[in-house]
């Protein structure tokens, strides 16, 4: 598929997440409820109509940097600015 094509929610192999009854990847989702570190989401399958849960946590991290010698300590401010562009 090319770059930036939008795949159709029947299509077998559009990325998502696969129904544990037929194990097709063209659920929907029919309801969606935030916590603090979780989403929790009601899912409907297209090729079945089962329904199943799903449950996504958020991970974070800090990116670790090695400060080669000679070079001034490393500051988190000036590494943002640089990834943010």
Known sequence: MRRGAAMRADDD?????????CGRRNSRVIDSRFNDAT????????NCGGRFTT????????????????NPAWNPARGRAGIDG
């Open 55 to 70: 449950l996504e946590q958020v991970i974070s991290y800090t990116p670790k940097a090695q400060v080669r010698s000679g």
């Open 13 to 21: 192999d559009a990325r998502g997440i696969p129904c544990p009854g």
């Open 39 to 46: 989403i929790k989401r009601r899912r409907s399958c297209g």
